[in-house]
């Protein structure tokens, strides 16, 4: 069963800073990853999709990478902005694109 | 741009009750899903639709049945309500096949007393 593995759980950074969020999977057939935002009481925002044939993807100051031979995703977020401030979920599909499965979200915190 | 919509967006339920929790879908996406979120344990596929006409159960159906009533709309019914069930509902669609992304609702918040 395909498990997915976010780390850190939670991460405070003062606003300015670089910072790098993990996804990891147990099943490195994974054949898109997408990197969600969700705020607090709120719905899903998609941020940036890795289709199969990618290896990363970027949306302004923010970068993702997939690795499938390793199983893991990274999201670089550049010069961190309090406004950044949210959960971070990661979520793999399989080939049939019958299931997204998730991780369970890096809550951070930017201060200003 | 409406997206993924679901109604209600906020629901208190007595044990034992029912209710039908609507989404729908303007994108032309065949594929639809049910998720449900829970602190502590993420986001769980309750059952999806590949394409009208279909459903399959995902990791936790139990206590819930769904309807795809046509290319737009995807309902997810609690028969019997049960406190187990008080968690933030979430609808997504996405076009057939895994090449591209999920679009999700802005959730329905229920709680089951």
């Known amino acids: 069963k395909q498990e997915v593995t976010q780390i850190p759980a939670a991460l405070s950074v003062p606003e300015g800073e670089n910072l790098v969020l993990n996804c990891s999977f147990t099943?490195?057939?994974?054949?898109?990853l997408q990197w969600f935002r969700q705020d607090p009481g709120k719905g899903l925002t998609s941020l940036l999709l890795?289709?199969?044939?990618?290896r990363e993807q970027t949306s302004g100051r923010l970068n993702a990478s997939l690795d499938k031979s390793s199983g893991r995703s990274t999201l670089y977020i550049a010069a961190s902005q309090p406004g950044d401030s949210a959960t971070y979920l990661c979520?793999?599909?399989?080939?049939?694109?019958?299931?997204?499965?998730f991780g369970k979200g890096t809550t951070l915190s930017v201060s200003s | 741009n409406a997206g993924v919509t679901q109604t209600p967006k906020f629901q208190v339920l007595k044990t034992g009750q029912s209710m039908t929790l609507q989404c729908a879908q303007d994108?032309?996406?065949?594929?639809m899903y049910w998720y449900r979120q829970d602190p502590g344990m993420g986001l769980r596929l309750i059952y999806y639709?590949?394409?009208?006409?279909?459903?399959d159960k995902g990791e936790v159906p139990n206590g819930y049945n769904v309807s795809r009533l046509n290319k737009r709309e995807f309902s997810l019914r609690l028969e019997s309500a049960a406190p187990s069930q008080t968690s933030v509902y979430f609808c997504?669609?996405?076009?057939?096949?895994?090449?591209?992304?999920?679009?999700f609702g802005s959730g329905t918040r229920l709680t089951v007393v």
């Open positions: 997504a669609s996405s076009e057939a096949g895994s090449g591209y992304g999920y679009t």
């Open positions: 099943d490195s057939a994974i054949y898109n």
């Open positions: 890795i289709q199969s044939s990618q």
């Open positions: 979520a793999g599909s399989n080939q049939a694109g019958t299931a997204l499965i």
């Open positions: 994108m032309n996406h065949n594929s």
């Open positions: 639709s590949a394409s009208e006409g279909t459903t």
